[in-house]
């Protein structure tokens, strides 16, 4: 009886490394991550990033810049990237990132409290951790910032944001 050693392998990639390694827990944080093996178009690959989806903004064979998703509670993981075609099936695994309640922006005001529901009030928020890769919206309308606004708030070193209201459909 003869033994049938003939097996094949095949590479499935490697990842090593994302950056930043941290974000806050909203989310919508824009993560670079670096290796080899990735598949490139965006319905061939799913990436999740300690145990969240990371939706995918550009896509090499060598890097994945993806928009973390938001979640509930601290947490820390690794990242599992899922080839689906046509680099072939499998699981990548690797490099370690952490949701962070301290990376957080934390709002203490909001002026002026009211404005029309045409939209363009310009509005101060002021907090900590605050930067223009947040994004603010007022009952599921976006609070668009002006060049000037980023600037601003740029400048005020995360201590407020600048924006300004659209309009609310009644």
């Known amino acids: ?13 490697s990842i090593t490394s994302i950056m930043p390694t941290s974000g806050s827990l909203g989310g919508a944080q824009s993560v670079t991550i670096v290796g080899e093996g990735f598949a490139t178009v965006a319905s061939n690959i799913i990436i999740r990033v300690a145990g969240a989806l990371c939706t995918p903004t550009s896509l090499t064979a ?6 973390t998703s938001a979640v509930s509670a601290a947490t820390s993981g690794i990242v599992n990237i899922t080839n689906l075609a046509p680099v072939g099936y499998g699981i990548i695994t690797g490099a370690s990132y952490t949701y962070s309640d301290t990376d957080s922006p934390r709002l203490t005001s909001v002026t002026p409290f009211q404005g029309s529901t045409a939209g363009g009030t310009m509005l101060t928020i002021a907090g900590t951790r605050l930067s223009n890769n947040i994004a603010v919206t007022i009952n599921g309308v976006a609070c ?11 400048a005020a070193n995360g201590n407020f944001f600048y924006c300004t209201t659209g309009a609310l459909s009644t």
């Not at 060598?62 to 928009?67: A, E, K, M, N, W």
């Not at 668009?144 to 606004?149: G, L, R, V, Y």
Request: hydrophobic share 35%; net charge neutral.
């Open 62 to 67: 060598t890097q994945i810049v993806c928009l």
């Open 1 to 13: 009886m003869a033994l049938d050693t003939a097996f094949s392998t095949k590479f499935l990639g």
């Open 144 to 154: 668009t910032q002006t060049a000037k606004q980023k600037s601003d708030t740029d």
